[in-house]
Every structure is written in structure tokens, then in C-alpha cells.
């Protein structure tokens, strides 16, 4: 079992920057990938960002550019750093673990940008 907590949502105006945290109860190092989703209202979950246990990184084209994800190892936490934030990047954002054969999700955090 993994559990995950989120922190860092926020509301912020357009143009702005926030930081998300996800700490795992359990080493990264037992982590295969950590990812990061997003669920706009009406709108289907869909990844955001995620980082391979060896670094390797995935973005969102829409996301390309701005957002950075990352894991300090050591702190047992996942980071989603976004920059220059759009209206459209209104959602809640929910960290996403992956270990064997097992998905695991936090509870999601709500990211609200305004014009």
C-alpha cells in the first residue's frame, strides 16, 4: 500500500506560479513512476506530468515549457512546479504513484487560476 497526501493548490491569477507537493508513505525508491493528473469539471482525469524511478519525464503538451515535475528521493516526495499558469489549467490535481502492478492515488488538491 502507498498512501499519498497533496499540497500547494491554490487560487493564483493568470501568469502566476504554484508548487505541488505529494508525499508517499513509503520510499520512492519502491516507486516505479510518480505522476501527476489533473480533472477539470465535466472533463476526463488526464496526466499531467510524470517521472520515471530513473528520472525519465513526461509532459502534457499543454503543459511543455511550464510545468517541471520532480522527486527528491530522500523525502519520500514528488514536486509540480508551474509557471506562467493559464485559465485552463483550472482543475483539481491529483499525485499518482505506480508500484508493481498497483496504481495508487492522493486525495487531489484544487488549482484554480484566474483571468
Known amino acids: 500500500q502507498v498512501q499519498l497526501v497533496e499540497s500547494g493548490g491554490g487560487v493564483v491569477q493568470a501568469g502566476g506560479s504554484l508548487r505541488l507537493s505529494c508525499v508517499a508513505s513509503r520510499t520512492l525508491f519502491s516507486i516505479n513512476s510518480m505522476g501527476w493528473y489533473r480533472q477539470a469539471p465535466g472533463k476526463q482525469r488526464e496526466l499531467v506530468a510524470s517521472?520515471?524511478?530513473?528520472?525519465?519525464?513526461n509532459y502534457a503538451d499543454s503543459v511543455k515549457g511550464r510545468f517541471t515535475i520532480s522527486r527528491d528521493n530522500a523525502k519520500n516526495t514528488a514536486y509540480l512546479e508551474m509557471n506562467s499558469l493559464k485559465p485552463e489549467d483550472t482543475a483539481v490535481y491529483y499525485c499518482?504513484?505506480?508500484?508493481?502492478?498497483?496504481?495508487?492515488w492522493g486525495q487531489g488538491t484544487q488549482v484554480t487560476v484566474s483571468s
Open positions: 499518482n504513484a505506480r508500484r508493481l502492478s498497483n496504481v495508487y
Open positions: 517521472i520515471s524511478l530513473g528520472g525519465t519525464t
